[in-house]
């Protein structure tokens, strides 16, 4: 199968890179490492079944690239990662998330009618509900997104909805659960690991009771793949993450501070939030995922054991 993969430098996009490749099918990436890197992706540039354009998805010379990449071959399916996944940046400005997450997105969708592609798998987010009080669910919790990301993602789940009762056979959203683990470009765990390295106290955002599910990159690539090949002829909306109900944020924090050879004090701040437009708890309902045959092998606290000792491997 030949893919057109955006966002391909970028933390999810590379791991599933590797995942696409291992399995045989053709990837055209795109990428213009605004989060992404090329380091995470150099050693595929000699993968026969792998080409590269380094563009933004606005740009106008990308069909243009397109066309010349592929040469004689078509398109199959198109899988859209691309997009501003910084939530504290779009919440300073709110036209970031506008110009790299809907505005992409709509930009995909002109791709797909150009070059014949009836199926889109789109990356999306828990953001997209809001803050509740409960387990959210895909078809009966309401969206209420409370960050200009959520907001512009939900807004793409939309034009994907609308696009598909025009012309697009098939779309299948995957609403995120916190990700976690190798090629992490920004989060939790990179931003705790990164100021416990250069301070003698860690502050930390939040009260630290901040709880949320969390998923290693390797089982989310999985669930991808492997539920994006049963679905087709339908507007499908998936939540991705573990059963459980997460971990806090002073878990996390404690267990990066014990990696450390000298003591360092943890600090939170009396607010129940991190940031305007975080979340400070959130359950997925994963029924769905599990009527295709899909659960994580790890929970969030392995998933989080594991994808620290990955970071810190990659960044000390």
């Known amino acids: 199968m030949n893919i057109l993969l955006t966002g391909v430098a970028g933390f999810i996009g590379s791991n599933l890179l590797n995942l696409l490749l291992e399995n045989g099918h053709y990837v055209l990436g795109v990428d213009n490492f605004t989060l992404g890197k090329k380091e995470y992706i150099s050693k595929e540039f000699n993968n026969k079944n792998f080409d590269f354009i380094n563009l933004s998805i606005n740009d106008t010379k990308l069909k243009k690239e397109i066309s010349k990449k592929l040469k004689n071959r078509e398109i199959n399916e198109i899988w859209h990662l691309a997009a501003s996944s910084d939530i504290l940046k779009g919440v300073k400005n709110p036209k970031f998330d506008h110009k790299n997450t809907f505005l992409t997105t709509m930009k995909i969708g002109e791709i797909a009618r150009?070059?014949?592609?009836?199926?889109?798998?789109?990356?999306?987010?828990?953001?997209?509900?809001?803050?509740?009080?409960?387990?959210?669910?895909?078809?009966k919790t309401l969206t209420k997104p409370i960050s200009s990301y959520g907001t512009f993602k939900l807004a793409s789940e939309n034009l994907l909805r609308t696009l598909h009762n025009d012309f697009l056979n098939t779309v299948v959203i995957f609403?995120?659960?916190?990700?976690?683990?190798?090629?992490?470009?920004?989060?939790?765990?990179?931003?705790?690991i990164n100021k416990a390295k250069q301070n003698k106290q860690l502050m930390v955002l939040g009260d630290g009771n901040q709880q949320k599910p969390y998923i290693h990159v390797k089982d989310l690539i999985s669930g991808i793949y492997n539920l994006s090949t049963q679905i087709n002829d339908t507007y499908e909306i998936i939540n991705l993450g573990p059963k459980d109900a997460g971990v806090k944020v002073k878990y996390i924090a404690e267990r990066i501070v014990q990696k450390f050879?000298?003591?360092?004090?943890?600090?939170?701040?009396?607010?129940?939030?991190?940031?305007?437009?975080?979340?400070?708890?959130?359950?997925?309902?994963t029924k769905k995922a599990l009527k295709y045959g899909f659960e994580p092998k790890l929970t969030s606290k392995e998933a989080i054991d594991k994808a620290i000792n990955e970071i810190f491997q990659e960044n000390l």
């Not at 360092?264 to 959130?282: A, H, M, Q, R, T």
């Open 175 to 192: 609403r995120f659960s916190n990700v976690v683990g190798p090629n992490y470009t920004h989060g939790v765990i990179l931003d705790l």
């Open 261 to 285: 050879d000298r003591e360092i004090d943890i600090v939170y701040e009396n607010k129940k939030f991190g940031w305007l437009g975080d979340i400070p708890k959130y359950e997925f309902d």
């Open 114 to 139: 150009d070059f014949n592609v009836k199926k889109i798998i789109f990356s999306s987010t828990g953001a997209v509900y809001g803050d509740h009080n409960e387990r959210l669910y895909e078809d």
